[in-house]
């Protein structure tokens, strides 16, 4: 369930929220620790490994937490990447093509805690209706997109163009 828009979120909304996150990351993380190499999506699709989808969360994590704290600051958002989010990723999973799994997890982890730590640390007076779609960005439904995804082999892959809430 998105947070209430109209005023501040609720500390039941914003621990939900937070839940939720923090089940399907762990979710996600089983199922790319359960098979750290070979392809996880259909031929038909880009070739991913688990340390692909691990880096692709790292950097889109990052990205979307970095926004957040810009916004929190009241300094300027950063741009957004160049490009869909195919070319993105494309040139994102080349970019991060040398990472080893344990690089890769390592990093997403990292994004994943600090995301976290950013939502958790806002004082509630600070709540606003930006802020609070930006703490939905790259949570528990991009997770839940990504897994399903693997899970189905593909599948799942409809959801995003299906899916506002998909990236």
């Known amino acids: 369930m998105p947070l209430a828009i109209l005023g501040a979120v609720t500390p039941e909304e914003l621990a939900e929220m937070l839940r939720r996150d923090r089940e399907e990351w762990d979710a996600l993380a089983a199922v790319l620790d359960a098979r750290p190499s070979g392809a996880l999506h259909d031929p038909e699709s880009p070739a991913w490994d688990a340390s692909d989808v691990y880096a692709h969360f790292a950097r889109w994590i990052h990205n979307s937490t970095d ?37 890769a997890r390592e990093r997403a982890s990292g994004a994943f805690t600090r995301r976290i730590a950013a939502i958790e640390a806002v004082p509630a007076e600070r709540w606003d209706p930006k802020l609070q779609k930006m703490a939905e960005a790259d949570g528990y439904q991009h997770y839940s997109n990504h897994r399903r995804y693997i899970e189905t082999g593909g599948a799942a892959h409809a959801t995003r163009d299906t899916d506002p809430q998909s990236p």
């Open 67 to 103: 926004g957040f704290e810009a916004w929190l600051d009241g300094r300027r958002l950063i741009r957004p990447p160049e490009g869909t989010d195919d070319v993105i990723n494309a040139r994102w999973q080349a970019e991060d093509a040398a990472l080893s799994f344990s690089e």
